[in-house]
């Protein structure tokens, strides 16, 4: 039955994450990123804080260790990875930026390598080539369409360094788990650690969003991207919780083709998905699951 419940919450985090990134790409129309984004964390820290109090008050089973952890993964996937990733949506689309995030394994994968000496077997080569290729399809898909070439290549080069962010971003989260922290626990702690940075960048910079000058159109794909991004959240970690990630992170990797889906049959005026599109995210997809299953069994 925990098998059945982590499939059946892999399978709807992997949804909501499609939902997620069409939602960015239409609210990104005729706003910032950076817009978006304080929205997604301010739902964050609405939802995950209350919870974390009310369930866990007065032991939250916090060390030095997971606190670092959770800052860490605040900074490194809620404000560094969202924020690249949100950017590249707005310049290359949903369906050409998720592909690309999916690549995280092949980076996890050849960090394992580099940083603690295992080995590369066939299996790994494959997943990696495999990912490689879709990337490449993807990408030449993205810069033969009749757009600037320069803000085509920038939307590829800031969607790859957002997949970096992604593929650290676990390590820390497990670290903080790891200790005993609870989940929700660990949610609003890295949300308000992100929080904190993120608009603390904003004030510095001068760019802290101004209600008055939003766009009210696409408020409500904000809204929808920020309350997506808190259940795909919940979703995920009970589906890491209820069965072994074996299960788990393969059935999340086919986000892509979801994203591909959607924007098909929703996003036709806004992005055009081609058989180019659908091979390349396709390739990435199995290769992923392929280094995914590899790195956790």
Known sequence: MSEISAIFFAFLA???????????????????????????LIVNLIVFIPLAFLIHHPNYGLTYRSIGAFIVAGIVGTVLARSLYYEGIRHIGASRA?????SNPMIAAIAAVILL??????EIIIGILMIVTGVALVSMEITSR????????????????????????????????EEGTPIL?????????GGIVFFAYLWWNGKLPILSK???????????????N???????????????????????????LLVAGISFLFLQRLER?????????????????????LSLS
């Open 146 to 177: 009749k757009e600037k070439l320069k803000g085509s290549l920038k939307g590829i080069m800031i969607t790859l360094l957002a997949s970096f962010f992604y593929a650290l971003d676990p390590v820390f989260n497990k670290v903080g788990l």
């Open 14 to 40: 992997a949804l909501i994450v499609a939902m997620t990134s069409v939602a960015v790409r239409i609210g990104t129309q005729k706003n910032r990123s950076s817009d978006i984004l304080a929205v997604v």
């Open 230 to 256: 808190t259940c795909f959240l919940i979703a995920y970690f009970l589906a890491i919780s209820s069965g072994p990630v074996t299960i788990v992170f393969p059935i999340m990797q086919t986000s892509p």
């Open 273 to 293: 998905v081609t058989v180019r599109l659908l091979v390349g995210a396709f390739v990435v997809v199995f290769g992923a699951s392929l280094l995914t299953f």
């Open 185 to 193: 626990v660990g949610l609003a702690l890295k949300a308000a650690a």
């Open 214 to 228: 939003m766009d009210s159109s696409q408020w409500k794909w904000m809204l929808i991207a920020a309350v997506c």
């Open 117 to 122: 000496g295992e080995t590369l077997s066939i």
């Open 98 to 102: 998720e592909p690309m995030k999916a």
